[in-house]
């Protein structure tokens, strides 16, 4: 089993749902971790939206890039701009993608309007590793 680790900024959105999303739809070939380079709180949102999907990601902490610095990781996918410029160069021989998704957190709105943003940035982190992995 290939071992992922997924980069952004806050470990907050986008990377929280794309390791719920691996761990659940790629969980027979992949087993995946996320981090931050500035680890803040998991949105609501994103929790919210995967439940919407039956993955539950409520009990998932932001976590400091740091953390897995002396993890030995296949492949690491960063999902913002930030994460990509500052990514530590100590993930060694892992295939490195970028993989850059809007940031559902900057949504303004009704609840349900900044809900849609974070199903429409889900569904397209879905989308995309259903292609590329």
């Not at 999902?79 to 993930?91: D, H, R, T």
Request: positive net charge; charged residues 30%.
């Amino acid at each position: 089993m290939k071992k992922i680790l997924v980069l952004c900024t806050g470990n907050s959105c986008r990377s929280q749902m794309a390791e719920g999303l691996i761990n659940h739809y790629f969980k027979d070939k992949y087993q995946a971790f996320s981090a931050g380079t500035k680890p803040g709180i998991v949105n609501p949102y994103s929790i919210k939206s995967m439940a919407e999907l039956g993955i539950d990601i409520s009990k998932n902490t932001s976590k400091h890039i740091d953390v897995f610095k002396n993890e030995t990781f296949d492949i690491v996918i960063t999902v913002c701009g930030n994460a990509k410029e500052s990514c530590p160069a100590y993930f060694g021989e892992a295939i490195k993608h970028h993989w850059p998704f809007y940031d559902a957190a900057e949504a303004k709105g009704t609840e349900e309007e900044i809900l849609k943003v974070f199903r429409d940035v889900r569904n397209k982190i879905l989308e995309k590793f259903k292609k590329e992995l």
